[in-house]
């Protein structure tokens, strides 16, 4: 599905309605959140069998037509990615390790049958955004621009095969601090009747199915008093594997970092790699190996495991402070959150708004 071919050439139409300065001030100004507020403007890259990728352009954000026998609407073939823009204190504007967000959007394109865009395009996408809708990168502490690139299938045709049209886009939404009063653990809820993923699934490829598969468990959750759920293996129930949207590390009272290998039906996490990175930079001692479920219980009631987080690109980092199911509750909500759990996420945040030197050459300037 790949074609060689030139650099793409972007046409840039002006939305007709975009916000004035003094409006996206105002909205910028406001409370943020995550996901809401969305850009005056989106990237589309049209692909067919034919002419291979074309058609590059920064438009007008608003609907999409799709005609209702495309094939996303009936066979589920979507992928997406996540990836932020941080403005820095000289007003410039930068993404992290862009190309590892569009190497992993290449090996789900791969598992979804779709066509895989060069991971210089992706980046260049990216680019051509930002380079439109810089002023919506909102500059609050700890705030972003959320970059959400996404490719649908589009041909209209109900047969069971790949499809042979395809679009890929760039939405974008400035997100405020993902802790709106400061970070503080959360409780997880462990999933015993649910799967996620299963051997040989989509598990490792990032596609909407494999969050659709999540929401239910995710409400027993909250049912539960839980904010996320956590999964664990397709194949003896006895491994934990990630959250609904987020990879687990486990801190031992002797100083190691563990986190569970990269199985198949695990997502490759871009934050979870570079965590351990700097750990291993730090001198700790890193393992990504099988965790079973009672390794996890045993240890923190033991005191053997002494923090346990979650990593997203979302939330950079999150202490978890319990373990709930049924029939059984570990850990303590109301404990500190450790030690390596904030040095390892003041480190992250600090690469990513250019506080401290970028020593792995992650960050790409964007404007």
Not at 131 to 151: C, I, K, N, T
Not at 283 to 307: F, L, N, P, T, Y
Request: charged content about 20%; overall charge negative.
């Amino acid at each position: 599905m790949n074609h060689a071919a030139a650099p793409l050439a972007y046409q840039v139409i002006p939305s007709d309605h975009a916000r004035g300065d003094a409006q996206r001030e105002a909205l910028l100004a406001g409370e943020l959140g995550f996901g809401r507020l969305f850009t005056d403007h989106m990237v589309a890259i049209h692909w067919d069998q034919a002419r291979g990728w074309h058609d590059a352009r920064v438009c007008a954000y608003g609907p999409l037509t799709l005609d209702p026998a495309a094939a996303v609407l009936h066979y589920g073939q979507e992928i997406f990615e996540g990836i932020k823009a941080y403005r820095h204190a000289d007003g410039s504007i930068w993404t992290f390790r862009p190309e590892a967000n569009g190497a992993r959007l290449q090996r789900s394109a791969a598992r979804l049958a779709l066509p895989q865009l060069p991971v210089a395009e992706f980046v260049e996408s990216l680019r051509q955004l930002v380079a439109v809708d810089h002023g919506w990168v909102p500059s609050q502490p700890e705030s972003s621009l959320y970059l959400r690139p996404f490719m649908i299938a589009t041909e209209a045709f109900l047969g069971v095969r790949p499809a042979q049209a395809a679009v890929y886009y760039v939405i974008a939404s400035p997100a405020g601090a993902y802790f709106a009063k400061g970070m503080a653990p959360v409780a997880i809820w462990l999933s015993q009747d649910y799967a996620r993923a299963a051997r040989g699934g989509t598990g490792a490829a990032k596609c909407g199915g494999n969050y659709a598969a999540s929401l239910l468990p995710q409400q027993e959750a909250y049912a539960n008093g839980c904010s996320q759920v956590l999964f664990l293996d397709p194949v003896e129930g006895r491994y934990i594997e990630e959250l609904g949207g987020m990879n687990v590390f486990l801190v031992y009272r002797d100083g190691r970092l563990v986190t569970p290998a990269l199985s198949g039906s695990i997502l490759e996490g871009v934050t979870r790699c570079s965590l351990l990175q700097l750990a291993r930079d730090r001198g700790m001692q890193v393992e990504e190996r099988k965790v079973a479920i009672d390794e996890w219980i045993d240890g923190v009631s033991s005191g053997e495991i002494s923090e346990v987080f979650a990593c997203g690109t979302a939330a950079v980092v999150t202490p978890i402070g319990q373990l709930k199911g049924k029939g059984f509750s570990v850990g303590d909500l109301d404990a500190p959150i450790g030690e390596v759990t904030l040095a390892l996420r003041r480190e992250l945040a600090d690469i990513q708004y250019g506080r401290v030197p970028d020593r792995h050459g992650w960050m790409v300037r964007l404007r």
